[in-house]
């Protein structure tokens, strides 16, 4: 069926650079999409969402990307810091009437090496 | 604010042992879930419910059922425990017409 993946499983970072995750979906009627963060032993945690009407969504801090051509969707974080080591998980869904289901994908492990 | 408190925290189980699952959210959402999650395999969604005294079966059912007689509730109950439901439980909350999905600290358990 079809379903929510990701390009890297695991990702290491330095402290300050960038951190840029990705992401790949396969529904094409998915019209949302979310990150969420899970840190070690926690629930996941929403970080930001985006449409499918939009391209491209700021937060503080990290901005998503969403590409409908290639179905392809990346957080970026900005200056990341060793609060940020988490595994993060994209999710798809289909709102409207009879449409409650959120498709997580598999997850990537964020290191931040200080 | 609690949000969603999901009770017990830790369980250890014998292959064929019934036990539920407990979440409560103290925000009114509408819609509440059941997920599993296990290593490599993310996020898989259990059962779900809609509404109060209203449920449907997500990707993975098989062996699982619930209840939601109360809107802020809604309870997991595994009926004949095996070992390949050891795993960790999320349970979560949505309001409608909001993306934004709030989860419980998580249920580990263990089925030997």
């Known amino acids: 069926g079809e379903s929510v993946g990701l390009h890297l499983p695991t990702l290491s970072v330095q402290e300050g650079d960038n951190s840029i995750i990705n992401c790949a979906y396969s529904?094409?009627?998915?019209?949302?999409f979310i990150w969420y963060k899970q840190e070690s032993g926690k629930g996941p945690q929403f970080i930001i969402d985006?449409?499918?009407?939009?391209d491209k969504r700021q937060g503080q801090r990290v901005t998503v990307l969403l590409n409908k051509t290639v179905k392809h969707l990346s957080l970026q974080i900005a200056a990341t810091q060793p609060g940020d080591s988490a595994v993060y998980f994209c999710?798809?869904?289909?709102?409207?009437?009879?449409?409650?289901?959120?498709?997580f994908g598999k997850g990537t492990k964020l290191s931040v090496i200080p | 604010n609690a949000g969603v408190t999901q009770t017990p925290k830790f369980r250890v189980l014998k292959t064929g042992q019934s036990m539920t699952l407990l979440c409560a959210q103290d925000?009114?959402?509408?819609?509440m879930y059941w997920y599993r999650q296990d290593p490599g395999m993310g996020l898989r969604l259990i059962h779900y419910?809609?509404?109060?005294?209203?449920?449907a079966k997500g990707e993975v059912p098989d062996g699982y059922n619930v209840s939601r007689l109360k809107k802020q509730n809604f309870l997991l109950g595994l009926e004949s425990a095996a070992p390949s439901q050891t795993s960790v439980y999320f349970c979560?909350?949505?309001?409608?017409?909001?993306?934004?999905?709030?989860f419980g600290q998580g249920t580990r358990l263990t089925v030997v």
């Open positions: 985006i449409r499918s009407n939009m």
């Open positions: 999710a798809e869904g289909i709102s409207g009437a009879g449409s409650y289901q959120l498709t």
């Open positions: 979560a909350s949505r309001n409608r017409g909001y993306t934004e999905a709030f």
């Open positions: 529904n094409s009627a998915s019209d949302y």
């Open positions: 419910s809609v509404g109060e005294g209203t449920t």
């Open positions: 925000m009114n959402h509408e819609y």
